[in-house]
């Protein structure tokens, strides 16, 4: 079955610029969508097929993928971005997650 | 505005049952796919269940196949999920998910989830 591989931690100064990466088998032939997720709360899409931004999350939000990795940039982290990150493909027609990456805002 | 709003969750003995629902406002209930996703204490998402706009193909994650039940009530716009023969491993909190098939397959409504505890 098809895997997405993600750090499990990221950390990032204020105000400085975080890569989370999600790594996969020609991820790049794929759609890659990413979910924020903060704590106590339900993932939200900000990422979706590869660089497009859902109307309301913030420019410094940015996604990027080839070959065999997708990643997810954020210009400016903010204590606000602190949170969970997910990415997300479509294998034959069977959802498949990322593991998840902890952004902490140092 | 869309709302995905879940109820049904709890504290059930190993062996026992639950229905959860998902409770859809604000959209075209019967033209999405709609996915049960759930995501234990500390861990990640994992997909459980999936059915289609009109409900005639439903899916399974092989650890739940054959003891949960996916469904739709399309006059009430509700989705189900029926789950017997609980486990502990399926402490979980679900969320149930909207499916934009138009958009690339993106997950872009999430309810806030419903809490399953399995323990005796």
């Known amino acids: 079955s098809y895997e997405l591989t993600q750090p499990v931690s990221v950390s990032v100064a204020l105000g400085q610029t975080a890569w989370i990466t999600c790594e996969g088998d020609s991820v790049g032939d794929k759609s890659v969508h990413w979910y924020q997720q903060k704590s106590g709360q339900a993932p939200v899409l900000v990422i979706y097929?590869?660089?497009r931004r859902p109307s309301g999350i913030p420019e410094r939000l940015s996604g990027s993928n080839s070959g065999n990795t997708a990643t997810l940039t954020l210009t400016g982290a903010q204590a606000a971005d602190e949170g969970d990150y997910y990415c997300?493909?479509?294998?034959?027609?069977?959802?498949?997650f990322g593991g998840g990456t902890k952004l902490t805002v140092l | 505005e869309v709302q995905l709003v879940e109820s049904g969750g709890g504290l059930v003995q190993p062996g026992g049952s639950l229905r959860l629902s998902c409770a859809a406002s604000g959209f075209t209930f019967h033209t999405y796919w709609m996915y049960w996703v759930r995501q234990s204490p500390g861990k990640g998402l994992v997909w459980v269940s999936s059915?289609?706009?009109?409900?005639?193909?439903?899916e399974y994650a092989d650890s739940v196949r054959g003891r949960f039940t996916v469904s739709k009530d399309y006059a009430k716009d509700t989705l189900y999920l029926q789950m017997n023969s609980l486990r502990a491993e399926d402490t979980a909190l679900y969320y149930c998910?909207?499916?934009?098939?138009?958009?690339?397959?993106?997950?872009?409504?999430w309810g806030q989830g419903t809490q399953v505890t399995v323990s005796s």
């Open positions: 097929r590869d660089t």
């Open positions: 998910a909207r499916v934009n098939m138009a958009a690339a397959g993106t997950f872009d409504s």
């Open positions: 059915i289609n706009s009109d409900g005639t193909t439903v």
């Open positions: 997300q493909v479509w294998d034959s027609g069977t959802v498949v």
